[in-house]
Nanobody
Framework: QVQLVESGGGLVQAGGSLRLSCAAFGRTFSSYTMAWFRQAAGKEREFVGGSRWLGASTYYADSVKGRFTISRDNAKNIMYLQMNSLKPEDTAVYYC?????????????????WGQGTQVTVSS
C-alpha cells in the first residue's frame, strides 16, 4: 500500500524558515514525480512546486520561487520542502503528492497519491 506522510509543519514568525518532509512508503519513488501543494482556509488547493527525474528537474510556483526549495533523498524515499523568508500568506495546509512520471505530463497533475497534510502557520 502506497503511503505519503508529511511532517515538519508548525508555527513560525514572518521571515523565518521551516523544512517539511514527505516520507514515501510502499514502493520506490525515484521514478515518480513528487510535488507539494497547499490549501489555505477558504481557498482552493494550489501547486507549490515539484520534482522529477530523481530531482534533476524542479518547477515552482511564482509565489514561492526563490524562497522555497525542493530536494529529494531517493535512497530514503523522502522529499523535502525548505521554506525560507516565510510570509503570512504562506499559511496553509501543505500536502505531498506523487505520481509516475510520464513524458509531457503536467506539473499540476493529476497525482495518484496524496498525504494527509501538515499545517504551516506564519504569524506577522
Amino acid at each position: 500500500q502506497v503511503q505519503l506522510v508529511e511532517s515538519g509543519g508548525g508555527l513560525v514568525q514572518a521571515g523565518g524558515s521551516l523544512r517539511l518532509s514527505c516520507a514515501a512508503f510502499g514502493r520506490t519513488f525515484s521514478s515518480y514525480t513528487m510535488a507539494w501543494f497547499r490549501q489555505a482556509a477558504g481557498k482552493e488547493r494550489e501547486f507549490v512546486g515539484g520534482s522529477r527525474w530523481l530531482g534533476a528537474s524542479t518547477y515552482y510556483a511564482d509565489s514561492v520561487k526563490g524562497r522555497f526549495t525542493i530536494s529529494r533523498d531517493n535512497a530514503k524515499n523522502i522529499m523535502y520542502l525548505q521554506m525560507n523568508s516565510l510570509k503570512p500568506e504562506d499559511t496553509a495546509v501543505y500536502y505531498c503528492a506523487a505520481t509516475p512520471t510520464q513524458y509531457g505530463s503536467s506539473w499540476y497533475g493529476p497525482y495518484n497519491y496524496w498525504g494527509q497534510g501538515t499545517q504551516v502557520t506564519v504569524s506577522s
